[in-house]
C-alpha cells in the first residue's frame, strides 16, 4: 500500500511517515501543495494525505484537481483545530475523511485502515436493496435497471442508510454523516428531512417500493 503525505511542516511530514511506515505502508512525502499535486497525478497511491495549508497550491486545490481528473483515491484531510470551515470545504471536496492536528498515531492508523477497507469494498460491491441497487464504486443508485439522478447528498444520504440498514438512524446522525459536525443543527435535520423526500420521490417515479421508512420522534430506517 502507497501513501502519499503532503504536509508542509517538515518535521511533522517526518513523523507521519515514520508511523505509516511503521506499520509496513510505503511512504512518500511532498511538502509543497504544486509538488503533492503533480505526484498525486503522475504516480499511484492508495491513499492520499493532504494538510490544508500548504504552500504552492492548498489541500483543498489538491482534492478538486484530482476528482476533476477522474481519481477516487481515498483522501484523508488533515486540519487545524480552529479552522472548522477548512473541515466543511474539505468534504464538500470529496475528501473522505479529515483528522484534526494534534492527533495520535492510532487514530491516524485506524482512519486509513477504514479508508483502504471502504475503497477495496467500494471498487466492486453494490447493496441490493429490495428493488434498488447501491453501486458505491460508480456512485450510481439504479431501479429495477434504470439509474436514478441523485444529486450527491441524495446518494451520500442513501449509501449511508444501506450501509447501516435495518437500524433506526436518528436525523441527527445521518446529517452529521452527509454534512459534517458543528453545522446548525437546525437546517441540518430539516435539509435531511427534504432530501428524503426528494429520495423517495425518485426512487416511486422509477416504479420501486419506498424502502425509507420514517420512525417517528426519532430518524429514519432503510428496510431490507
Ligand atoms: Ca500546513
Given amino acids: 500500500m502507497r501513501i502519499l503525505v503532503v504536509e508542509d511542516e517538515e518535521t511533522l511530514a517526518q513523523r507521519i511517515a515514520n508511523i505509516l511506515e511503521g506499520e509496513n505502508y510505503s511512504v512518500e512525502t511532498a511538502f509543497r501543495g504544486d509538488d503533492g499535486l503533480e505526484m498525486a497525478l503522475t504516480e499511484e497511491y492508495d491513499l492520499l494525505l493532504l494538510d490544508i495549508l500548504l504552500p504552492g497550491r492548498t489541500g483543498i486545490e489538491i482534492l478538486e484537481e484530482i476528482r476533476k481528473e477522474g481519481l477516487s483515491t481515498p483522501v484523508l484531510m488533515l486540519t487545524a483545530q480552529d479552522r472548522v470551515e477548512d473541515k466543511v470545504k474539505g468534504l464538500d471536496a470529496g475528501a473522505d475523511d479529515y483528522l484534526t492536528k494534534p492527533f495520535a498515531p492510532p487514530e491516524l492508523l485506524a482512519r486509513i485502515r477504514s479508508l483502504l477497507r471502504r475503497q477495496s469494498e467500494a471498487t466492486t460491491a453494490s447493496i441490493e436493496i429490495g428493488d434498488i441497487s447501491i453501486h458505491t464504486g460508480k456512485k450510481e443508485v439504479s431501479v429495477k435497471g434504470e439509474v436514478l439522478s441523485l444529486t450527491a447528498k441524495e446518494f451520500a444520504i442513501l449509501e ?65
Fill in 160 to 224: 449511508f442508510m444501506a450501509y447501516n440498514k435495518n437500524r433506526v438512524l436518528s436525523r441527527i446522525s445521518i446529517s452529521e454523516h452527509v454534512w459534517g459536525d458543528n453545522f446548525d443543527l437546525f437546517s441540518m435535520t430539516n435539509f435531511l428531512d427534504v432530501h428524503i423526500k426528494n429520495l423517495r420521490k425518485k426512487v416511486l417515479t422509477a416504479g420501486g417500493e419506498n424502502p425509507i421508512k420514517t420512525v417517528r420522534g426519532v430518524g429514519y430506517m432503510l428496510e431490507g
